[in-house]
Structures are given as C-alpha cells and as structure tokens.
C-alpha cells in the first residue's frame, strides 16, 4: 500500500491509505521481459542454407500432364469412375475401360495411379471394400484424397 500525498485529512500529519494500485513494479517486470524477448530474438533466426534447383518452366508446346483417375464413392454406397457410374463388382473392369479411353497407348493400365474420395459420411467398410477390390485387382498405386471442412 501507498500513501496519500494530498490532504483534506483530520490532522495535519495523518496521510491515510491510499487503494490504488502500484504498477511500479509491474513495469520494471515488464521492462525486463522486453529486453531478454529482444535479446532472444535474433538468437532463434538462425537460417539455415538451402541448396534448391532452379526453377525451370517447362518448355513451349510441351504437352500438358493428363487428367488423374478419379473414383468418387458417394455416402448411399454409389461408386463413379470420373462421371461414369460403377459398383463394386464391377469397378476393375469399369477401371480399366476408363483407363483405356483416357491413355490410349498404355500397356498396361494398373501402373496408373488412381485416385480414391470418399464423402464425409461413407462408412468406413464401403471405402475399404473399394481398396480390397482395387487392390485385389492389381491396382497398387492408391491415393486418397481429403477435403478439409
């Protein structure tokens, strides 16, 4: 606690108690924590060198990479190769049909990646009896992709 400077007391020397907070030393606390954080500082930026290729566009006319294989399984159990409906049982071949009609000279078509999105909402069962039957059939190159909410 302080003491009142002022007066308008009962006696002359009485200085009574003064409420108010002293933010003294809360300053000199805060004043000290400024200095270390800028001493810090500096300290914590240390860069670290990095040896990265150059960045080289791709040459004029160069031809452009083809669409990904996308297979969308939809909450009510449907499957879709891009827009082309499928199910289950017959999803390799509906795959591989697709495959053939988007990469022509491809000799083999489960060397290609295929993509897998699921809705929110599909069981977890669904989504793994598509990647058993993918799988199963010789399609290894798998990527799932998620869509953040």
């Known amino acids: 606690m302080g003491a009142k400077m ?5 006696s002359r020397f009485d ?28 300290a914590a930026t240390v860069s670290i060198k990095l040896d990265l290729p150059p960045a080289v566009p791709p040459p004029p006319g160069a ?16 499957i879709y190769i891009g827009t082309v409906k499928s199910s289950l049982g017959s999803l390799p071949g509906d795959l591989v049909s ?16 295929v993509y897998i999105r699921a809705q929110r909402l599909v069981k977890y069962g669904d989504f793994m009896a598509v990647m058993n039957t993918l799988q199963g059939n010789g399609f290894f190159q798998v990527a799932l992709i998620n869509e953040e909410l």
Request: charged share 15%.
């Open 63 to 78: 031809p452009k990479p083809p669409e990904p294989i996308l297979v969308n399984i939809q909450e009510g159990g449907d």
């Open 98 to 113: 697709v495959i053939a009609s988007q990469r022509p000279g491809l000799a083999n078509p489960t060397t290609e990646r």
């Open 6 to 10: 002022g007066g308008g007391g009962a």
């Open 15 to 42: 200085l009574g108690q003064n409420s108010d907070i002293n933010v003294t030393p809360f300053v000199d606390v805060m004043l000290v924590l400024l200095i270390i954080f800028m001493v810090s500082i500096p």
